[in-house]
């Protein structure tokens, strides 16, 4: 009948997407891409042009060889299939060392011992550094202000500065110190990027000795409580069997001390020196032109397939 409205596969067909007006559609945008493409190119290069590349320095360690563990000559290569199998079994003296080593790359015991480096804090925390007065001084500017003015506007809890300490040392190696580390490889690879290569080296490098450090004077005195504790109680006891069982102790104590007080590293073995990469890591400008091709690509797209519509909708619609 004349003036039916076509339903079914008719009202299908006619809201499927037409491959050739789809093309036609781009086609007659394609100055809307090719500008909203040029745009986000455009923003990506100036950013490469402003932005701050960063060197990435590493260290990878070893556990240290600690020697007379009886542990580890007991358990001979059943250690070594365990841990491949993925079975955590009791860990030697030296072994227990370098996860504590690992657990405190992040610790706040070792940022306040990095704190004490005043050079490096300066550094670190050169926008809150005040060369002139060679003191700390809290940074002002339009841009900290504008940025607190918004945190209050929008109920973003806004804390008082402070001078750099252990705290906020503690926060920034929370970010910027990575940790790569495999359970089945005896190995951890520590990671920091900075502005500065030589920089980064050397933050790594003194990280890495004060840690060990901090881990060797526990042990020493650790160690030195024990022995005194042992010598008192050898002193004491008349039983042959007590007696034997003090002094096998007090001779592993001994063995303990005599690893804490050795000039080797204690608890990680450094393999090789802190080197810095010889080109920056970040950003990377090919990576970050492809990003913006795509991501221009794609917005440029959508905004001409949006204009399209809209033009159609438009010249349907009933004149008013």
Same mark, same amino acid.
């Given at each position: 009948m004349d003036g039916e409205v076509p339903t079914g596969g008719s009202a299908a067909a006619t809201d499927e997407i037409d491959l050739a007006e789809l093309a036609r559609a781009l086609?007659?945008?394609?100055?809307?891409i090719a500008g909203v493409t040029g745009a986000v190119l455009l923003a990506a290069v100036l950013y490469l042009n402003f932005a701050t590349y960063k060197y990435t320095a590493r260290l990878?360690?070893?556990?240290?060889?600690?020697?007379?563990?009886?542990?580890?000559?007991?358990?001979?290569?059943l250690s070594d299939l365990a841990s491949i199998a993925g079975i955590n079994m009791p860990q030697d003296s030296s072994a227990l060392a370098f996860s504590l080593y690992v657990e405190g790359i992040h610790s706040r015991s070792l940022a306040?011992?990095?704190?004490?480096?005043?050079?490096?804090?300066?550094?670190?925390?050169?926008? !809150?550094?005040?060369?002139?007065?060679? &003191?700390?001084?809290? @940074? %002002?500017?339009f841009v900290r202000s504008t940025a607190t003015a918004i945190k209050r506007m929008l109920g973003i809890p806004v804390y008082d500065w402070r001078p750099p300490d252990g705290a906020r040392l503690q926060e920034f190696m929370a970010e910027e110190v990575g940790i790569e580390q495999d359970p089945k490889k005896p190995f951890v690879t520590i990671s920091f990027d900075h502005e500065d290569p030589v920089f980064a080296a050397r933050f790594i490098s003194t990280l890495n000795s004060e840690l060990d450090n901090f881990l060797r004077q526990k042990a020493l005195a650790r160690a030195n409580g024990n022995i005194e504790y042992l010598s008192i109680q050898l002193g004491k006891v008349t039983i042959a069997e007590h007696r034997e069982a003090l002094a096998q102790a007090l001779s592993e104590q001994e063995k303990q001390r005599m690893v804490?007080?050795?000039?080797?590293?204690?608890?990680? !073995?450094?393999?090789?020196?802190?080197? &810095?990469?010889?080109? @920056? %890591?970040?950003p990377r400008p090919v990576l970050v032109l492809a990003a913006s091709l795509m991501a221009g690509l794609l917005l440029g797209t959508l905004a001409a397939l949006g204009i399209c519509r809209l033009r159609v909708y438009r010249a349907l619609a009933p004149a008013s």
């Open positions: 086609w007659g945008g394609r100055w809307i990878t360690l070893t556990p240290a060889q600690a020697s007379g563990s009886t542990l580890t000559s007991k358990l001979g290569g306040d011992a990095m704190a004490r480096h005043r050079n490096l804090m300066q550094i670190i925390f050169h926008r !809150d550094w005040n060369a002139a007065k060679s &003191a700390w001084q809290e @940074p %002002t500017g804490a007080s050795s000039s080797a590293p204690y608890a990680a !073995d450094p393999f090789g020196t802190a080197t &810095a990469s010889a080109h @920056p %890591t970040a």
